[in-house]
């Protein structure tokens, strides 16, 4: 069984637009990670928030964490057609699972 | 600056033929993993390898050997190949162990290995 669930499964919007994922989970974890995966490619480590933290920036990546409803959202702004790939998010607590991913497609 | 490589990048097996996943890493990370990779299924682990000589199954290890060679190598071995084994292997490697390391769990994978069985 998945641990991390996205939404929503697939998302497409224009270049500049902002995409925003979300990832459900059912246990507690010690932390969460989000994962880049480009078409037929291997999965890219993009950020990792730990349980006690809220928020987290890398660049233009924004990730949050709301422990108490067992989720987290992945934003990213500005977005370009680079950012075209499915995107993961890993939680790990007593076992580090995947879920099913969001597939974006950025249009230029 | 190689990461973690995997071979073959791709193969065909009939049902029944045997064959070995190769994985090796060059970041002197103490753990290895596989994951197989199906439609809408996101990753799921096979097995994994905490450090050199020791293995344990993840999630779905039925129809899966692995063997942690040394600290650099992991390979997946398929002793009879099923068409229910067709997908996508991933090799990954991270510091530490999958769980309560904080960042030194973060995993790096490999390309990747296209397999069909027929």
């Known amino acids: 069984s998945q641990q991390g669930e996205e939404d929503p499964q697939a998302l497409s919007i224009q270049e500049g637009e902002n995409a925003t994922m979300n990832c459900s989970y059912k246990t507690s974890i010690n932390n969460l990670q989000w994962y880049r995966q480009n078409s037929g490619r291997g999965l890219v480590h993009l950020i990792l928030i730990r349980s006690n933290e809220r928020e987290k920036h890398s660049g233009r990546l924004r990730v949050t964490l709301d422990t108490s409803k067992k989720s987290s959202s992945l934003l990213i702004t500005a977005s370009r057609a680079a950012d075209t790939a499915s995107y993961f998010c890993?939680?790990?607590?007593?076992?580090?699972?995947f879920g099913a991913g969001t597939r974006l497609t950025v249009k230029p | 600056n190689a990461g973690v490589t995997q071979t073959p990048k791709f193969q065909v097996l009939k049902t029944g033929q045997s064959m070995t996943l190769q994985c090796a890493q060059d970041m002197n990370h103490n753990s290895m993993y596989w994951y197989r990779q199906d439609p809408g299924m996101g990753l799921r682990l096979i097995y994994y390898s905490a450090s050199e000589g020791t293995t344990d199954k993840g999630e779905v290890p039925n129809g899966y050997n692995v063997s942690r060679l040394n600290k650099r190598e992991f390979s997946l071995r398929l002793e009879s190949a099923a068409p229910s084994q067709t997908s996508v292997y991933f090799c990954?490697?991270?510091?530490?162990?999958?769980w309560g390391g904080g960042a030194k769990n973060i995993q790096y994978f490999g390309a990747g290995t296209r397999l069909s069985v027929l």
């Open positions: 890993a939680t790990d607590g007593n076992d580090m699972r």
């Open positions: 990954a490697s991270s510091e530490a162990l999958r």
